[in-house]
Each structure stands twice: as structure tokens, then as C-alpha cells.
């Protein structure tokens, strides 16, 4: 892996430790991350500081990858995907002021080996989607997926087994 500090108009790329054949398209911004070798990210991408991509994978344009998400080697991530790094976010403290990093806590995210997560699909913080899995398009993933389980809907729900 080297450690890439590049800047300019399309994209931003701060301190990302990249791996080999690795491929960003424009717009992209990432700082502070982890992408494994032969991995591909979309357009309007933000992948945040202490996410974790492994290899083989593929980032679709317009999603959001936070602080806390670790995606496995080979994992498919379809266009719009949202994930969430706080169960109780707030943009203030009880007396007023506004909340700094030290106010809240990040919540981890575990995207297993091989897993596919559909087009508009938003994965709240704390589960992990199991190997091999299918999250359908547009589903809320609020728990725990099972490796090689299809699930959709809001929340999402196991709907089928693979194997």
C-alpha cells in the first residue's frame, strides 16, 4: 500500500492508503481511509477517516462511506448507498453548544467478505452484513444479515437463504 496526498479539482485524496490497481473516478473525496488492491470507486464518493475497503471491491458513485465502516474484500456497493456511524446524532449538546468529535462515539459497521449491497440502501451503524449476503435496493438494514442471506425491505428483513 502507498500513501497518497493528492489534491485537485476533481478530486481529494488525503493521506488514503491505497493498494495496487486501485481506480478513483472524479470527484471523489477520501481522507484519512484504507482501499485495498484492484478496488474501483464511482464518482461523488466520500469515504472518511478510519473506513476500511478491502480488496477487489467496488465503491457505485454518489455514496457515503463514514468513519467506522469496514468493507471486506470483494464487496459490491451499489449507487446512493448511505451508511451511519451514530445511533442518537445531534448537531448539539444540552446546554447549546455545538457538538465536537468528543461529544459522540463511533459506531463500527462490518461488511463481510463477498457481500452485495443494492442502490439506495442505507445500513445503520453497529450490524454487520454477514459473507456472501444481498442486500435489496432501497432496503433499511437496522440488525445483524446472515452470511449468504437476501434481505429487503424497511427494515429489512431475510426474505431468502442462498445456500
Not at 4 to 22: C, D, F, I, S, Y
Not at 49 to 56: E, L
Request: hydrophobic share 40%.
Amino acid at each position: 500500500m502507498k500513501l497518497v496526498t493528492e489534491k485537485n479539482a476533481q478530486q481529494n485524496l488525503n493521506n488514503v492508503m491505497m493498494g495496487e490497481g486501485v481506480r478513483i473516478f472524479s470527484f471523489v473525496n477520501a481522507y484519512g481511509c484504507e482501499i485495498g488492491d484492484n478496488s474501483k470507486v464511482g464518482a461523488f464518493v466520500e469515504i472518511q477517516k478510519g473506513a476500511t475497503i478491502g480488496k477487489n471491491c467496488k465503491i457505485s458513485s454518489h455514496s457515503f462511506v463514514c468513519e467506522g465502516v469496514h468493507i471486506g474484500d470483494n464487496v459490491f456497493v451499489g449507487h446512493g448507498v448511505m451508511f451511519t456511524n451514530d445511533l442518537y446524532p445531534r448537531a448539539t449538546n444540552e446546554d447549546g453548544s455545538q457538538q465536537t468529535e468528543a461529544d459522540w462515539k463511533v459506531v463500527e459497521t462490518f461488511i463481510r467478505k463477498g457481500a452485495s449491497i443494492g442502490s439506495n440502501a442505507t445500513i445503520v451503524c453497529g450490524i454487520t452484513i454477514g459473507e456472501n449476503s444481498l442486500v435489496a435496493a432501497g432496503a433499511v438494514v437496522t440488525k445483524d444479515v446472515p452470511a449468504n442471506a437476501i434481505v429487503a425491505g424497511v427494515p429489512a428483513k431475510v426474505i431468502k437463504m442462498l445456500k
